[in-house]
């Protein structure tokens, strides 16, 4: 039986501006937008909860209250979705127990790793988990796990810190941050090092960070004097790196699949993707899809 402190708390970094998305972020928060009918940010909390996580720490800015009204409880909503006999179960991913959503402001946007640091006192001196929400990871289908999910159960093997990777081809690394690896068992991958978009003939491999974490709240401290890195800002990869060496480091290789919807491109694969495999929809939208390309 481990004595580790279980994983019990999530951040969410979801203060970014959304500029990829404008207009349609103007006055909508990136994370709220839908990928068919559940907006991104219901994914990213959903993945938490199937890995057992019970409180969400939302890191958000201005302009992202909407975020925390979508985990509220509605009563005018439901109130007339009850007097017109309309079912509420559509709702019930999106309601939480009082005490669970926990937010956070970061007043400037100084980088992943300043966001991270605003939670420090709700984190405290537990280990926890960061989720971004634009990597969208989905579980392989009949009965796949989440990525958090398999985190965690990985965490419970070996402790200490933890990222979610995927393999790319070779000649994509340089457009993402990769792991120098160590010794291999399963999908675990001991990290040497962490190396932010090397170039092709450079890259120790294949392994691409993909946007899930379980960190020891060490890296708050070492956070806190961080000085700024690239794009002048304070990255949360840097604090990582200095813990390499002195604390245990993995990788999980993620049995899933990502979907960028930070990108429009990726957005869009998603939400073609999800639709595809929905029992309501899928054989309507295969349908017009294959009818467009047709044009």
């Not at 092709?200 to 294949?206: G, L, Q, R, T, Y």
């Not at 890296?219 to 700024?228: A, S």
């Amino acid at each position: 039986m481990s004595n580790r402190k279980p994983i019990r708390k999530a951040v969410f970094p979801v203060a970014g501006l959304g500029t990829r998305f404008l207009p349609a972020t103007k006055a909508i928060p990136k994370e709220l937008l839908p990928i068919v009918d559940k907006p991104l940010i219901q994914y990213a909390v959903d993945e938490a909860r199937e890995a057992g996580i019970e409180q969400m720490i939302f890191v958000t800015g201005r302009g992202k209250t909407a975020i925390v009204e979508h985990f509220d409880v509605a009563y005018e909503l439901e109130t007339t979705m009850t007097e017109r006999g309309k079912d509420l179960a559509v709702l019930d991913s999106s309601r939480f127990t009082p005490g669970d959503i926990i937010t956070v402001r970061q007043q400037v946007p100084l980088g992943l790793g300043h966001a991270i640091w605003c939670a420090r006192a709700i984190v405290g001196d537990e280990p926890f988990a960061i989720l971004l929400p634009d990597e969208m990871m989905v579980a392989n289908a009949n009965g796949g796990k989440g990525c958090m999910a398999q985190m965690v159960e990985a965490y419970e093997e070996v402790g200490g810190n933890l990222i979610s990777v995927l393999e790319v081809p070779h000649e994509a690394v340089s457009s993402y941050g990769v792991i120098d690896p160590g010794e291999e068992s399963g999908a675990l991958t001991q990290v040497r090092g962490l190396v932010e978009k090397p170039p092709v003939a450079d890259a120790p491999s294949n392994k691409i960070i993909s946007g899930r974490y379980i960190l020891q709240p060490e890296v708050m401290r070492t956070l806190e004097t961080q000085g700024k890195g690239a794009g002048g800002e304070i990255q949360l990869t840097d604090a990582m790196a200095q813990m390499i060496g002195q604390q245990p480091f993995h990788a999980v290789t993620f049995d899933g699949r990502r979907f960028d919807c930070g990108s429009k491109t990726g957005y869009v694969e998603a939400t073609l993707a999800l639709a595809l495999e929905r029992e309501d929809m899928g054989a309507e939208v295969r349908a017009i899809a294959e009818r467009l390309l047709a044009r």
